[in-house]
């Protein structure tokens, strides 16, 4: 069962995102207990996401109400799902939870990886909240148990917009934390100090691999920033774990070069608009030997995958329609992706599955239904995304014809956009 979520989940990341970059994966140890912990700003899209990058499922430690979600709740228990209890902030732990913690540390004695998002809640925040104790409870309490070797794994999920529905997504894994180089042996989850400890280890690991602002303003300006000057004629889309990695070092610049850095790419977003053209336009101009290659490369993939879309099409589009209008019910932008999800899971598979009873007869074809309309579901989204690309292409080509003569200005803006990142990073350790 775990094995197949953990393939239900590749699949989806595949539909939901149109970049997804996992950084740092060589770091999760292999043949040792290992706990899990990751911020939580996008809802359940955190644990896809993980289970995605990591090609397995760890056992995830959920907050108690998502059992009592119909249907939901099952399929997450057999998913090997463990809930908990959330306690209020200050009290020592929740009653209720002791079978709970149990059975995480068995699953650590038996060297399994555990997951848990240590903030307790899911939010909109550029920032991290102050981490609960629990993961550090679960492993200081699966150490006494016997799980030899325990360590904890910080995961950084970075979602640059959370908002569009084929947006971006990063998986950063950081350096492991060996439990007993932070807390001496025979400290357990009862000692309030040890727990103390870990947890505010935890909480640095956590930090140094998320983007971790004040405020959405700062957020959106360093990261603004970090893009702009990382993206040359050679590197036309920055590796989103660059753009993080220059992102963080900005932050920890000097509020003078913070401001300076803001203060130049405001002035180049004004420019930029005036003229209606992007960055990428001015670094990486459209040409017709790009759009022939685009028109080629879309005509090949009709090709190939033609047939299968218009096959399933039908069959797709009534689920697609589904989680389009579920996601338009919800404003918040964590609340989007946690629908889009749920609603997916359902809407899609009982499409598949109504197609495949209505059309075929006995299992194998049925299956063979389902994963046809499933490859037909993802290489809909391939074609669609490609060709309104191709479609944006072709007016951003003819507006960088009007404007050739102004792009001198821009570039001189953008310039002073880079220099000021330079300085402002220059004394700052990467």
């Not at 030899?148 to 917009?161: A, C, N, R, W």
């Not at 930090?207 to 970090?226: H, K, N, S, W, Y």
């Not at 009534?318 to 997916?344: D, E, N, Q």
């Amino acid at each position: 069962m775990r094995r197949l979520v953990a393939l239900v989940a590749r699949f989806v990341v595949a539909l939901l995102f149109r970049r997804f970059e996992v950084a740092g994966a060589e770091r999760l140890p292999r043949g040792r207990p290992v706990l899990l912990v990751a911020n939580h700003f996008n809802g359940f899209v955190d644990p896809v996401v993980i289970a995605a990058a990591l090609g397995r499922l760890p056992r995830f430690v959920a907050k108690d109400e998502l059992r009592r979600i119909p249907i939901a709740g099952r399929v997450l228990r057999l998913a090997g799902v463990v809930f908990v209890r959330r306690r209020d902030p200050g009290a020592a732990a929740a009653a209720g939870n002791e079978d709970a913690f149990a059975e995480c540390h068995a699953a650590l004695v038996d060297r399994d990886v555990v997951a848990i998002f240590p903030e307790g809640t899911t939010h909109d925040r550029p920032h991290m909240d102050p981490l609960r104790t629990g993961a550090a409870r679960i492993a200081l309490g699966a150490r006494a148990a016997g799980a030899d070797e325990l360590v904890v794994v910080p995961v950084g999920l970075t979602f640059p917009d959370k908002i569009p529905l084929r947006s971006a997504g990063l998986v950063l894994v950081g350096d492991p934390i060996a439990v007993d180089d932070v807390v001496p042996a025979g400290a357990g989850a009862d000692d309030t100090d040890a727990v103390r400890r870990l947890t505010t280890t935890i909480d640095e690991a956590l930090r140094a691999v998320i983007q971790d602002f004040p405020d959405v303003e700062a957020a959106l300006t360093l990261e603004g920033a970090a893009e702009v000057a990382l993206r040359d004629a050679d590197l036309p889309e920055p590796s989103l774990a660059a753009r993080h990695a220059l992102a963080r070092r900005l932050g920890r610049a000097t509020p003078e070069a913070r401001a300076h850095v803001a203060g130049e790419l405001g002035r180049y977003a004004t420019v930029l608009r005036g003229l209606r053209i992007t960055d990428d336009d001015l670094v990486h101009p459209t040409s017709p030997r790009r759009l022939v290659r685009s028109a080629v490369a879309i005509a090949a993939l009709v090709v190939v995958l033609g047939s299968v879309v218009a096959a399933t099409a039908l069959v797709n589009v009534w689920p697609a329609l589904l989680v389009g209008l579920a996601s338009m019910a919800v404003t918040t932008p964590v609340t989007k992706g946690t629908v889009r999800v749920l609603v997916g899971l359902i809407a899609f598979p009982a499409a598949w599955i109504t197609a495949g009873v209505l059309t075929a007869d006995g299992p194998l074809r049925i299956s063979l239904v389902v994963v046809t309309a499933a490859v037909g579901a993802l290489a809909a989204v391939w074609l669609i995304e490609r060709a309104l690309a191709l479609g944006l292409l072709v007016l951003r080509w003819r507006a960088q014809i009007e404007r050739t003569a102004s792009a001198s200005v821009a570039l001189d803006v953008r310039h002073d956009v880079v220099a000021a990142v330079r300085d402002a990073v220059r004394e700052v350790p990467a």
